[in-house]
């Protein structure tokens, strides 16, 4: 398995602009003077994406606090977006990235092992982006129960 190209920290985030759950188009620089947690998942509505999500829901206060807001990114359209939201109770915006080509600029697309069968998918990484717009951190090693104060740890030293 080739290891994952990630784009460096340090660095202006690829940009990127796609459609929420709502179809409302979104762009990266629309979060400018905030902190932007980005995390990729494979499928929403699947269990280890529903803990996920679910922290991060359960954690908008204390990223508010951080001046910063989740975006979650998956290659799902955007009615499976929305049912994922009204089901968990989501409150901040999925993004839709059917053609991967946002999971290909941040190096997160590549070959998966999952039962003994190979496949290509999106490898679960969170980055972590400034109020600039400048990659400050990558969480690769992303366990899902934890994954909401894993960030905010992070976002504690900043």
């Known amino acids: 398995m080739t290891a994952l190209t990630l784009p460096e920290t340090g660095k202006p985030a690829p940009e990127f602009t796609t459609l929420n759950q709502r179809e409302e188009t979104v762009s990266l620089k629309d979060y400018r003077g905030k902190k932007v947690v980005l995390?990729?998942?494979p499928k929403a509505m699947t269990p280890g994406c529903t803990t996920q999500a679910c922290?991060?829901?359960?954690s908008k206060a204390e990223l508010e606090k951080r001046n910063t807001v989740a975006l979650g990114i998956s290659p799902d359209a955007p009615k499976r977006l929305v049912k994922f939201i009204e089901k968990e109770n989501l409150n901040f915006d999925l993004l839709s990235d059917e053609d991967h080509a946002i999971a290909d600029q941040y190096g997160v697309w590549g070959l998966k092992k999952f039962m003994g069968k190979e496949y290509d998918?999106?490898?679960r990484i969170t980055f972590i982006i400034d109020e600039e717009g400048k990659l400050v951190h990558v969480m690769e090693k992303v366990k899902t129960k934890s994954h909401h104060d894993d960030v905010l740890a992070v976002l504690d030293t900043l």
């Open 39 to 41: 995390y990729f998942y």
């Open 121 to 123: 998918g999106i490898h």
């Open 55 to 58: 922290g991060l829901r359960d």
